[in-house]
């Protein structure tokens, strides 16, 4: 069943708890019209049950909440046309599921800085939990994990003809790394590595944005706390100026070029990324 919601400049906002199904409900977008698009809901889920979109909001321009139910009988797909012109593309796309407000995505993810971010992640397919049901959001993300969350949020398809690093050849990640390689967006190291299983920091990872996004930007923020003289000063200081990190974070509060990331920063940085582009 197709809907069409016109995301008004005032348009009311349900007062649900945040909650969808992980690895439950997720969604994918087709582009319609010059102004318009197309989003898919598609359910797995077991008994019989379906989903049916019931209402969507937006926020700041940049934010499609979309609400939808579940039900038994119901179809396994929804979805509802999207018109853009009041919205801002890129846009990040959030799925709540009404039937059960107090049922959480991952259950060590509700309240904390980049719940949004890693909800969006998930509706869309890039990034999943552990067997336990949670996300982990504290624990780290190794190099070879971050380029395959990276071209998942892409949708990239991993194929490459590069022979890639001399450490990569029977890693599970090779096809992403060597994929993100052929793109131009990550380097080795001089010994010909790329140290897939090392924990990626503040400075590679904003290296590997920058060299994807090439951001652009007037607003030149005085920045006194990096280190002018770091290998990655400019790509850091173009995904800050850019608004990947924001002086609200507490990634930017606690700012140290090579700090190792957590899955919640990850999650921020590549979901902001992705709606700023």
């Given at each position: 069943m197709r809907k069409i919601i016109g995301l008004l400049s005032v348009i009311f906002i349900l007062?649900?708890?945040v909650t969808t199904y992980a690895h439950g409900t997720t969604y994918t977008v087709e582009q319609i019209g010059e102004n318009t698009i197309t989003v898919i809901l598609k359910a797995d889920l077991e008994d019989g049950k379906g989903i049916e979109i019931t209402s969507a909001s937006k926020r700041d321009g940049k934010v499609l909440n979309i609400f939808y139910r579940v039900e038994k009988g119901?179809?396994?797909?929804?979805?509802?046309?999207?018109?853009?012109?009041?919205?801002?593309?890129?846009?990040?796309?959030?799925?709540?599921?009404i039937s059960e407000p107090d049922k959480a995505l991952f259950p060590d993810i509700k309240g904390i800085y980049a719940e949004e971010y890693i909800r969006h992640l998930h509706d869309m397919g890039a990034i999943n939990g552990f067997p336990d049901g949670t996300f982990k959001p504290n624990k780290g993300v190794s190099r070879a994990e971050f380029v395959t969350m990276l071209l998942n949020t892409l949708k990239v398809e991993k194929k490459s003809r590069s022979k890639g690093f001399k450490d990569t050849s029977e890693h599970?990640?090779?096809?992403?790394i060597?994929?993100?390689y052929d793109m131009k967006i990550i380097n080795g190291f001089k010994d010909g590595t790329f140290k897939p299983n090392d924990g990626i920091t503040a400075a590679q990872a904003a290296k590997i944005i920058d060299n994807l996004f090439k951001f652009r930007t007037s607003t030149q923020k005085e920045?006194?706390?990096?280190?002018?003289?770091?290998?990655?000063?400019?790509s850091i200081k173009n995904i800050i100026n850019a608004?990947?990190?924001t002086e609200e974070d507490?990634?930017?509060?606690?700012?140290r070029e090579n700090d190792y990331l957590s899955r919640a920063d990850c999650a921020?940085?590549?979901s902001r990324a992705i709606a700023i582009e």
């Open positions: 007062t649900v708890s119901a179809p396994k797909t929804d979805s509802m046309d999207v018109d853009l012109r009041t919205m801002l593309p890129p846009i990040r796309i959030i799925l709540t599921n599970w990640a090779k096809d992403a060597n994929t993100a920045l006194p706390k990096l280190n002018e003289k770091h290998w990655a000063y400019n608004g990947i990190i507490q990634l930017f509060k606690n700012f921020m940085i590549l």
